[in-house]
Every structure is written in C-alpha cells, then in structure tokens.
C-alpha cells in the first residue's frame, strides 16, 4: 500500500483510494495522476491523502492474490491471506477522515455511478457533487466492503474496465469530491439532486452461455427475462426493477444486481444546484411538498 499526502485548501481531511482490486488500474492511474498536480502544501488546515491499495495485485493485473480486498473488511491483521491481512492497514490509513472516495471500475455498461452504505451528511455532500446522475444505497447488500465499514466512504464505478474515458471520468470526478469538501478552490463546486437506486439482491449465473437483456438502470418490464444461461432464467414479477452492475462475463457468479428506484437525494443545505437554486428551493417542488430520500 502506497500512501501519498497533499495540502487542501480548506480544514476537511479527505482521501481517494485507487487500486483496491488489482485489475482495475485506472484508480491508481488517477492517483497517480492527483499526486502530480495537487499543491504539497496547500494554505488549508485539512489534508488530502491519496491512497494506492492493493499494490501487489496491482503487478499481477490480478483482481487480488488471497481474497478479494472489497469482500473481507474489517480484516484480520494476522491473517495468512495478503488482503485480508491488508484490510485492516487500509482502514487504518483512513480513521478519522472527514470523507473519502473509493475507486472502482467494471465490465458493466456506463452510466457511471456512485455507491453508498451510509448516508451521513458528508456522503450526500460527495454524492450529490459528483457528475453522476444514479446512486446506489447498497445498505441491503454486502457488509464487507469498504463503504461499508469506513465512515463517510463513497466508492464510484467510474467506467468500463482498462477504458481511457474510464481514466478521465474518474480524474474529473476525482476533483468534483475535493471540490465539494473544499478540499480544492480552483472553482466552486457543482451540487446536483440524484436517482437514488437502492440495491436488494444479487442475481445469480450459473453456467453455460450467459444473456443479459436490459442495461444498467433500465426499467424491466413486469414479465420481462432480464438474464439467463444454461441454469437460471431470470424473469422480473414486478415492475420497477432495474438492473446494477448488469453484466455478462464481468462476474462469474452473478449477473449483476436487482434495484429499485426510491426517489430523488437532494444536495447538502448550503449547497448550490447546477441552475443556481438552493438546496432549500430544490427540495420543494411546486405543491409545497419535500422528496427526498433518506
């Protein structure tokens, strides 16, 4: 693991983790890239720590060596297994921030989109700052991941897998977050309402031949096969499905994930919206009523 500080401009102590699995580099690309352009030595009494995870699956191009980094936090330090042992430095590495940002890519279609656990304060402010227009509350899913565990982490899905637009999303969104933390002052940062999708069960795959029907975010009809093989055939009983991380050959045991829809996650309350509105006066459609997901 490879730990980089940076000045900030403001008093939050924020970080971004790149390379958490060894066959996404483009996390440790847009550190890589951050740790060459960020000021040493900002005037702010906040900090900026860049972090590379998983450095020796990162020179097998391996998703991990042991054990899958993002599937066994907390971690045991004693623990024979490289990542396993590895998680409890990462999570270490990142006590105490004020917010944090996790790198990840896949082999599922765009959009891009942001992942979260638990929805504190600082997460709506990273979320809604982002250029993305889905977030996924995985609060139903895994427990073992590091949103899950690390206070106040958002993990991106910035791209495809070995992408170049993968790179520059990521970078871009990359100063987005510090930017809405106040971590960079270069511009003042951009607060948009998002789709909240909260994520319900993993779809399985079994063997053969894998189809899948519907990308991400895309409504499935009520009836409709959203994914089949030579085992399963996954067909959807009720309407608002959508598929997450949808993929044929990304995942060896899934197809991806079942979502539903479940409103609409306004920006933080000094927050401005991309037309200049107020957190405040977004919040309140024209009836006087307030839709906001918590």
Do not use: W
Not at 106 to 115: D, G, K, N, Q, R
């Amino acid at each position: 693991m490879q730990t980089i500080e940076r000045g900030s401009a403001g008093s939050a102590r924020v970080a971004i983790v790149g390379g958490i699995h060894g066959d996404e580099p483009a996390g440790e690309r847009i550190v890589s890239r951050l740790a060459d352009e960020l000021d040493e030595s900002a005037s702010g009494s906040g900090g900026v720590r860049l972090i590379i995870a998983n450095e020796r699956a990162l020179a097998a191009e391996t998703r991990y060596t042991d054990a899958d980094l993002n599937r066994v936090f907390p971690g045991d330090p004693d623990s024979d297994e490289y990542e396993r042992a590895l998680a409890p430095r990462l999570a270490a590495e990142l006590e105490g921030m004020d917010a944090v940002l996790a790198l990840h890519t896949s082999h599922s279609a765009p959009p891009p989109f942001a992942i979260y656990s638990d929805l504190t304060e600082s997460v709506r402010r990273t979320v809604t700052g982002m250029p993305v227009e889905y977030v996924v509350d995985s609060s139903r899913l895994r427990s073992t991941t590091l949103d899950s565990v690390v206070p106040h982490t958002v993990s991106i899905e910035v791209g495809r897998q070995g992408s170049e637009e993968a790179v520059e999303f990521g970078y871009e969104a990359c100063l987005a977050f510090l930017r809405a933390h106040g971590a960079l002052d270069d511009e003042p940062p951009t607060f948009t309402e998002k789709t909240v999708v909260a994520g319900d069960e993993e779809v399985p795959k079994g063997g053969g031949v894998p189809h899948v029907y519907f990308a991400n975010f895309e409504e499935i009809p009520r009836g409709a096969v959203f994914a089949e093989d030579d085992v399963y055939t996954h067909r959807v009983d009720e309407d608002g499905v959508v598929p997450i991380l949808a993929s044929e050959h990304g995942y060896e045991e899934i197809f991806g994930i079942y979502g539903r829809v479940q409103g609409i996650l306004e920006p933080p309350a000094d927050g401005t919206t991309a037309r200049g509105e107020t957190a405040d006066e977004l919040a309140t459609d024209e009836s006087g009523g307030e839709e906001t997901a918590e």
